[in-house]
């Protein structure tokens, strides 16, 4: 089974959400189509813009609480660093 930790955008530059699943393409749906109360729906952050592979689950949580300490900054340079024009990744994953 795989494992990823990923990061949706509400816009360039806007609110962040850092997340785990065991299947990305599923929960990034979720998120899109507001089926669970909370912090991306209320703020519509819904573009995936960044993701990482983990090997297990334990290695993902930690990856995940990792990410979220740190400060805007490192956020934002992490996404740039694979997808510097903050294109929505999950049409890709889809097609």
Not at 1 to 22: E, P, Q
Not at 28 to 49: A, C, I, P, Q
Not at 57 to 74: F, L, T
Request: hydrophobic share 40%; charged share 30%; net charge positive.
């Amino acid at each position: 089974m795989s494992y990823y930790v990923y990061i949706l955008a509400s816009r360039r530059n806007g609110t962040l959400y850092v997340g785990v699943t065991n299947d990305l393409i599923r929960r990034v749906w979720e998120h899109r189509n507001n089926v669970v109360e909370g912090f991306t729906k209320k703020y519509v952050v819904h573009d995936l813009v960044w993701f990482e592979p983990a090997e297990d689950p334990i290695a993902a949580i930690a990856r995940e609480k990792q990410i979220k300490k740190w400060n805007r900054a490192w956020k934002l340079k992490l996404i740039e660093a694979s997808n510097p024009d903050w294109n929505d990744l999950y049409d890709e994953l889809i097609r």
